[in-house]
């Protein structure tokens, strides 16, 4: 089976940075991602991580510890538009496409 | 942005009648799914589709059939809708298996 955790809800200031926890259990691992998604709109991409270690793409970085099923999405310089929730999400078995997705973390970045 | 519509944005019907959700992409790809997204659930997979009259089923499939005709369209029915599948349906496309892409959803209720 596959269980994919994260915290329901997090609150964090503007300006300030957040880190957002995923942790997995799935039978097999091929490549972790993460997605936000504003309410009443499409996830949109943010990263993908296949390999251990840390991934940056401008004040979004991605985190990943195969051995230890886990995964973080740190944001920093945080504004109010980063108020949506994340999407953590892993692709199981090699060579299939299936993503199983978490149930997302709210953030709510208050002034 | 990938280039996604999905049809119709907003539908309400009645238990017991057949509903189809169309997803239409510009972009080629070769692979399409479609995911319903529930409170407390997160995003699901339906069915997904890896080809023009190829497709397979993901995890909650029960209730819904699909078909692909042609590259840039894949179509969800629910041949007897029922009030369990009142949910927003998200389809998304990927070129290779690797990052998937989102449409802009479609909230169906069955009343």
């Known amino acids: 089976g596959q269980n994919i955790d994260q915290p329901t809800e997090m609150t964090a200031t503007e300006g300030a940075i957040v880190q957002i926890n995923c942790t997995y259990q799935t039978s097999g691992f091929n490549g972790l991602f993460w997605y936000q998604q504003h309410a009443g709109e499409a996830p949109t991409f943010l990263s993908y991580n296949v390999l251990d270690g840390l991934e940056e793409k401008g004040r979004f970085s991605s985190f990943l510890s195969r051995s230890k099923g886990y995964s973080y999405l740190l944001l920093k310089e945080l504004q109010m538009k980063d108020s949506a929730s994340y999407l953590c999400a892993v692709r199981g078995r090699t060579g299939a496409n299936n993503l199983f997705f978490g149930t997302g973390t709210r953030l709510t970045v208050i002034p | 942005d990938a280039g996604i519509t999905q049809s119709p944005r907003h539908k309400v019907t009645e238990t017991g009648t057949p509903v189809t959700l169309r997803c239409h992409q510009t972009e080629n790809h070769r692979y399409m799914y479609w995911y319903r997204q529930d409170p407390g659930h997160g995003l699901r997979l339906i069915h997904y589709?890896?080809?023009?009259?190829?497709?397979d089923k993901g995890e909650v499939s029960d209730g819904y059939s699909v078909s692909r005709s042609k590259t840039e369209d894949f179509l969800l029915t629910l041949e007897s809708a029922t009030s369990s599948q009142t949910s927003v349906y998200f389809c998304?496309?990927?070129?290779?298996?690797?990052?998937?892409?989102f449409g802009p959803g479609t909230r169906l209720t069955v009343l």
């Open positions: 589709s890896y080809g023009v009259k190829d497709t």
């Open positions: 998304a496309i990927s070129e290779t298996t690797d990052t998937q892409y």
